[in-house]
């Protein structure tokens, strides 16, 4: 049975991005993360709770994750999608955030503008999730990370590269690995870079806990010595009008076997889901033995878990 003790937490907090949180409280939730992953016993640490469950976008993973969860947890999941709502005729965020706060002791919310979740951060009376932005996508950070750690134990060092698109994805990646210490390289082509102030951000909290964060073009120099190859689909929700120009772009991007061999020779290879074949990343790749996509999926159920009870106490 797993058993809080008193720890380091995000309590009553919303969570936007991984950038403004403390490293002590992100790897507690990791490590409960793992609790639960290995006990089947979960506490019911969300009697009585209601979340909300707000997708504007389509989702399998992290709605499926979220909504099992809960409901694991004790907990009531509120599943709504933007377009059945009011806020799809017209209700502004803030009347939609000052409502949903009177039914739900928590708001988990996927849609493309980050400034629309922090908007609705800003006028909630109860803690916001981010479910993926165009910006961030935390919840898949921390699954990355607790990924990353249970194939390699500590990973306070270890290079990890991502290669591809400098998007939501790419951000977490970094953010979540700066505040484990790790060494995060980002390979991608030019005009695809990912955004300099969180590039900054992520250094910054890198370099405060013995870890790095850089940017290179070259895929190969990216990949070299790393044992955690990344990567990402070249056209995210938002972009589908640039989508020839950024197969063009990013074809030398594509993680196949010729650029795990490339990487560290124990590198495991990963990717958010859903994957292209033949695109970002080739089926050999992440159906083959490196791959660790499919614990990296699995572990979306515990990071969110892990979050809800941190954050709801
Ligand atoms: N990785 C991820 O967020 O998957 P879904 O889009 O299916 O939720």
Request: glycine share 8%; aromatic share 4%.
């Amino acid at each position: 049975m797993i058993r809080h003790v008193p720890h380091p937490t995000l309590g009553g907090r919303s969570l936007l991005s991984l950038m403004n949180h403390p490293a002590e409280a992100v790897r507690h939730l990791l490590d409960l993360a793992d609790s639960l992953k290995t006990d089947p016993e979960w506490p019911k640490a969300l009697a009585g709770r209601s979340v909300a469950l707000v997708f504007d976008q389509p989702s399998t993973r992290t709605r499926v994750s979220f909504e099992v969860g809960i409901t694991r947890l004790g907990g009531h999941p509120v599943v709504l999608a933007g377009r059945d709502m009011q806020l799809g005729r017209g209700e502004t965020i803030e009347d939609t955030a000052k409502v949903l706060s009177r039914f739900v002791d928590a708001i988990v919310i996927r849609t493309v503008d980050h400034a629309t979740v922090a908007a609705l951060a800003g006028h909630a009376d109860v803690p916001v999730i981010n479910a993926l932005t165009h910006d961030h996508h935390p919840c898949q950070g921390l699954a990355d990370v607790m990924t990353i750690r249970e194939h390699f134990g500590e990973v306070a060092g270890l290079r990890a590269a991502y290669v591809g698109d400098g998007n939501n994805c790419c951000h977490s990646l970094m953010v979540a690995g700066a505040l484990m210490g790790m060494e995060v390289v980002a390979g991608c082509p030019e005009g695809y870079l990912p955004d300099p102030p969180v590039v900054e951000r992520a250094d910054e909290i890198a370099r405060a806990h013995g870890g790095s964060v850089a940017v290179v073009t070259d895929p190969r120099e990216a990949v070299d010595g790393a044992r955690a190859v990344y990567t990402d689909v070249w056209v995210s929700m938002g972009d589908e009008g640039e989508e020839a120009e950024r197969l063009r772009t990013f074809s030398p991007y594509r993680v196949d076997e010729a650029l795990m061999a490339a990487a560290a020779p124990d590198a495991i290879a990963l990717h958010p889901l859903p994957a292209h074949d033949g695109l970002e990343i080739t089926r050999a790749v992440y159906h083959g033995p490196r791959s660790a996509v499919w614990d990296e999926a699995e572990n979306r159920l515990y990071v969110q878990a892990a979050l809800l009870m941190n954050i709801l106490g």
